[in-house]
């Protein structure tokens, strides 16, 4: 098993034994929830991730989660929901110092029960709100930068390919190298973009583990996927990048 793939079980880790101390025992054999809440924390990174704010000079992440589940699966967690928010608080808490992202305040997150959400699903929605109790703007919490890490989905390195849509270099196509390229403006990037929006060394696509990763390197305009500005965020299928005035669609397959 990797190092990235376990640093990341330990944060899970501490959801799941929490869990365990809970609920040892002949009840653990009964009780089996169809949504199980390593699910849940799964469903909330990513809505972490698709819904950062750009601010000046920081990345705010959400601070307010509803958590949706159909009503069989909420009255599974009702009987001890307020801990379970606790502890997907905290987890978020953490995952956002990971990602470098900036936090207004403690994440919130509510689980509440919806008709319309079939069995075995999670629904989660997540926005940056000013809180009434007085944690605000003036009590953003800083975090430190350090390398992302996330669940690897596949073992097997995926090859890739970054595809121009805007921009004066429409339809070029770049296949990405193991060992990565860099993007800029600057005749040293693997991948020379001639736009004055884009910096002299404004981004870098890098592999992983298995999975493939976009960096931000200090860039005057900002890095974008899927319209949101990132520092460090993991690639997926079919994501739409923008540095400057050039679009690329990312393009990994097995």
Not at 19 to 39: D, I, K, N, Y
Not at 131 to 149: A, R
Not at 216 to 225: A, E, F, H, P, R
Request: glycine letters at 10%; hydrophobic letters at 35%.
């Amino acid at each position: 098993m990797c190092a990235e793939r376990l640093e990341y079980v330990g944060v899970l880790g501490k959801v799941e034994g929490w869990l365990e101390s809970m609920f040892e025992g002949p009840f653990t054999r009964v009780f089996r929830p169809r949504v199980q809440p390593a699910v849940i924390a799964k469903r909330l990174e990513r809505s972490m991730e698709e819904n950062q704010t750009v601010g000046v000079g920081k990345v705010f992440a959400p601070n307010t989660y509803e958590v949706s589940l159909n009503p069989r699966e909420y009255e599974d967690f009702d009987r001890y929901r307020n801990s379970l928010e606790r502890e997907m608080s905290s987890h978020l808490q953490e995952r956002a110092r990971a990602m470098n992202l900036s936090l207004i305040s403690r994440p919130q997150v509510k689980l509440i029960s919806d008709e319309r959400v079939r069995v075995g699903s999670v629904h989660v929605s997540s926005w940056l709100q000013d809180m009434d109790s007085g944690e605000g703007l003036g009590q953003v919490e800083f975090t430190q930068p350090i390398e992302i890490q996330r669940v690897r989905r596949t073992q097997q390195p995926q090859t890739a390919t970054l595809t121009v849509v805007a921009g004066p270099h429409s339809g070029r196509r770049y296949s990405l190298p193991s060992s990565g390229v860099r993007l800029g403006r600057g005749t040293d990037n693997e991948v020379v973009l001639e736009d004055p929006r884009v910096s002299r060394n404004h981004a870098e696509v890098f592999m992983r583990g298995n999975e493939w990763a976009l960096r931000d390197l200090g860039s005057t305009n900002g890095t974008y996927v899927n319209g949101y500005g990132i520092r460090e965020r993991a690639l997926e299928s079919g994501d739409r990048i923008s540095l400057g005035g050039v679009e690329f669609v990312f393009h990994a397959r097995r």
